[in-house]
């Protein structure tokens, strides 16, 4: 079970806690991705505050138990045991938090390896600061005896540097019966599912505690303990990539979620965003300064300076520097979007290129055509969207306007200038501009009235 009721009112966010993203993942789902690796019978998350944007963030098989009120740890195991319904008293109850990203599932299954005379394992560790955490209480002999709360705690026990990690594995059975006992009285007038540990241990139970790490049983309650958790993530990511043979120039400032895929053989550069279901396939380039969301990188393609999101670059592709792939943005083998170009909803086949500020939306530009500098498509008419197609090998010229809807076809060719109203067959040359004059001599008269009008001032 994962207690995850609470607001998170350290973050001043409107976001539930839990659901904010750590490279990618929402904060619970790193919790239960790690607790996987027990292949546990049933997984229930407690939801609270925000509870419809957890519910979200939230894989499919995994249940929900709603506590209306925040009443306490211990209350909220109580609504997570209910949500399970019968349980065999010997099964093992895994207890973590929704909060604690960098915990490993090693840790957790450490913790749930109950012997079979045991009847709870609780993570703790010794912190410099132990201050607002829970101390551990043991007897002479080192035995666990129970958990104090920070603010129930007496001065000599506030200088115990070990702390609960609030993190358990419990006997069903046990669980159920010393959460029957747990009452209100202290404090925080809150259920602690803390006093759980002291009850065991005082009708003769034997506890074990098992020691993490400070930073791995952190929890994330501020937006500067998000960004370490962040840094640490993309440490973690960047290091296994670099390990199966991705080249990276900065490590330090390349930020790849843990959803994306990069092949070995990928060559990244600093400030790289890479997020969502983004994959870049080997030999690619890729930054510096790139942003891709949910987007694919073709082999050996070039992408810099530049926007991604929902595209797909084909293989020895050039894209940027300086430019803007909206959804839909589809570049086959070979194609080239260059700089301080923006596409959307168009596909460029196999070898066509718009190397220079364009704008293609709503296009389908066939292999090898090419697009001048400054033409656009006229997708829009402030109402509806339409239609460009651009035939195979056609050149089309500079600050070209297809008025959409509109097909340009086959080798065609458009005037630098022209705004192309109407359909242009295969091989033809479409020029739509008016005629050009010269004025022989205009040049010299004007420079020699300017002169004359200088010498009379
Ligand atoms: C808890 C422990 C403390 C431990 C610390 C480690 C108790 C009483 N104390 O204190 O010993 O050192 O964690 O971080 O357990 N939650 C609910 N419903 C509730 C209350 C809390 O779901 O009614 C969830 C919260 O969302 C959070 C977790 O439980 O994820 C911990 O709650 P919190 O109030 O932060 O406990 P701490 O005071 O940190
Ligand atoms: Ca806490």
Request: charged share 25%.
């Amino acid at each position: 079970m994962i207690l995850a009721a609470g607001q998170g009112k350290r973050m001043f966010s409107p976001m539930p806690k839990v659901a904010q993203e750590v490279a990618g993942r929402p904060l619970v789902r790193w919790v239960i991705d790690a607790a996987a690796a027990l292949d546990p019978d049933s997984v229930v998350v407690v939801v609270g505050h925000g509870a419809d944007r957890v519910r979200e963030v939230l894989p499919p098989r995994v249940r929900t138990a709603f506590q209306e009120e925040q009443l306490g740890t211990g209350h909220a195991t109580g609504v997570a045991l209910a949500e399970l319904g019968e349980l065999d008293p010997h099964d093992v109850v895994v207890i973590l938090y929704g909060d604690t990203p960098m915990l490993g599932s090693e840790l957790i299954s450490e913790l749930a390896s109950l012997e079979a005379d045991e009847a709870l394992r609780m993570v703790t560790a010794d912190l410099d600061d132990p201050s607002g955490y829970g101390r551990v209480l043991r007897d002479d002999n080192g035995n666990v005896v129970g958990v104090v709360e920070d603010r129930d705690a007496t001065e000599e026990q506030k200088a115990i540097r070990e702390v609960n990690a609030g993190i358990y594995a419990v006997r069903a059975g046990k669980l159920a019966e010393s959460l029957g006992q747990v009452t209100a009285d202290n404090r925080q007038g809150e259920y602690y599912l803390t006093d759980v540990v002291g009850i065991l241990a005082a009708t003769g139970n034997k506890l074990v505690a098992v020691k993490g790490s400070p930073e791995e049983v952190a929890g994330i309650n501020s937006q500067d303990q998000l960004a370490e958790a962040q840094a640490a993530k993309r440490r973690e990511i960047n290091q296994r990539l670099m390990e199966s043979g991705v080249w990276m120039l900065d490590p330090e400032r390349t930020y790849i979620d843990v959803t994306v895929t990069v092949e070995p053989g990928a060559r990244i550069y600093p400030g790289v965003h890479l997020e969502g279901e983004t994959t870049v396939a080997a030999g690619a380039q890729v930054g510096p300064d790139v942003f891709a969301v949910d987007s694919t990188i073709g082999a050996n393609a070039t992408v810099w300076y530049s926007v991604l999101r929902s595209a797909v670059v084909g293989e020895e592709c050039v894209v940027g520097p300086y430019a803007s792939l909206r959804p839909g943005t589809v570049m086959e083998k070979g194609s080239k979007i260059g700089t301080f170009v923006e596409t959307k909803n168009t596909t460029l086949a196999e070898g066509a290129k718009a190397p220079h500020l364009s704008y293609l939306g709503d296009a389908t530009v066939g292999a090898r055509a090419n697009i001048g500098a400054g033409s656009i498509t006229c997708n829009y008419d402030g109402y509806d969207k339409y239609e460009t197609v651009i035939g195979e090998e056609a050149f089309i010229g500079s600050d070209t306007m297809l008025v959409a809807p509109v097909t340009i076809g086959d080798r065609a060719i458009t005037g630098a200038g022209s705004v192309i109203t109407k359909d242009v067959p295969d091989d033809a040359l479409a020029v739509e501009r008016g005629d050009q004059k010269e004025i022989p001599g205009y040049a010299e008269r004007r420079r020699a009235r300017k002169t004359a009008a200088e010498a009379e001032a």
